[in-house]
């Protein structure tokens, strides 16, 4: 069945770096862009960072510009998220979530979504 | 970046009753809404996509309407499984960005 699996995340010290990933199964992962989506405790949802299905175009929400790098593996069917220079405010669950334009970009499959602590 | 606001922050309403949930954009969007259900622990899930079309498997008491800026979620007969907290998200722009989220609860 269609299926995303997030793993990664853990609780990592301020300025310290993290890498999640994404597995994707029981879909075509290289038709579908991707996003990464964050929910701080307690809070709404955090638009992160989207990638292309081919990865060829990358953009990023200020929060999260210059310190955060997506990057895929079509060949693994997986989603990566490089988090470096965390900062306490990045702690939240992380999730990846798909999309296809023909559906007005709607997100969907989603992962079941990985917790990242920063804390010292 | 486009803002995304909603409308009400929260509400409890009686099984059975018609609730009614806005979402502005700060310009214009065409249909480019999403609406999403998120219920406590899980990941959200899509109900509505392009601001009308409901998704495969999403029951029929769930309707989206409107273009422009201004749209709307209709729960035409709210049922205790409903209780979730609801997500608009726009996908005109590559910076996608949601709404805060409205809280539904049975009364």
């Known amino acids: 069945q269609v299926q995303m699996v997030e793993s990664g995340g853990g609780v990592v010290q301020p300025g310290r770096s993290l890498r999640l990933s994404c597995e994707a199964s029981?879909?075509?992962?290289?038709?579908?862009?991707m996003h990464w989506v964050r929910q701080a405790p307690g809070k709404g949802l955090e638009w992160v960072a989207v990638?292309?299905?081919?990865?060829?175009?990358?953009y990023y929400a200020d929060s999260v510009k210059g310190r955060f790098t997506a990057s895929r593996d079509n060949s693994r069917n997986t989603l990566y998220l490089q988090m470096d220079s965390l900062r306490v405010e990045d702690t939240a669950v992380y999730y990846c979530?798909?999309?296809?334009?023909?559906?007005?970009?709607?997100?969907?499959?989603w992962g079941q979504g990985t917790l990242v602590t920063v804390s010292s | 970046d486009i803002q995304m606001t909603q409308s009400p922050s929260s509400l409890s309403a009686s099984v059975g009753d018609r609730v009614t949930i806005t979402c502005r954009a700060s310009?214009?969007?065409?249909?480019?809404l999403n609406w999403y259900q998120q219920k406590p622990g899980k990941a959200p899930k899509v109900l509505i996509y392009?601001?009308?079309s409901l998704w495969s498997g999403v029951p029929s008491r769930f309707r989206g309407s409107g273009s422009g800026t201004d749209f709307t979620l209709t729960i035409s007969s709210l049922q205790p499984e409903d209780v979730a907290t609801y997500y608009c998200?726009?996908?005109?722009?590559?910076?996608?960005?949601f709404g805060p989220g409205t809280k539904v609860e049975i009364k």
């Open positions: 990638i292309w299905y081919d990865g060829s175009n990358k």
């Open positions: 029981g879909f075509t992962f290289s038709n579908y862009g």
């Open positions: 392009g601001a009308s």
């Open positions: 979530a798909g999309y296809q334009s023909h559906v007005a970009g709607a997100f969907d499959p």
């Open positions: 310009q214009s969007i065409s249909t480019y």
């Open positions: 998200q726009q996908s005109d722009s590559n910076f996608r960005t």
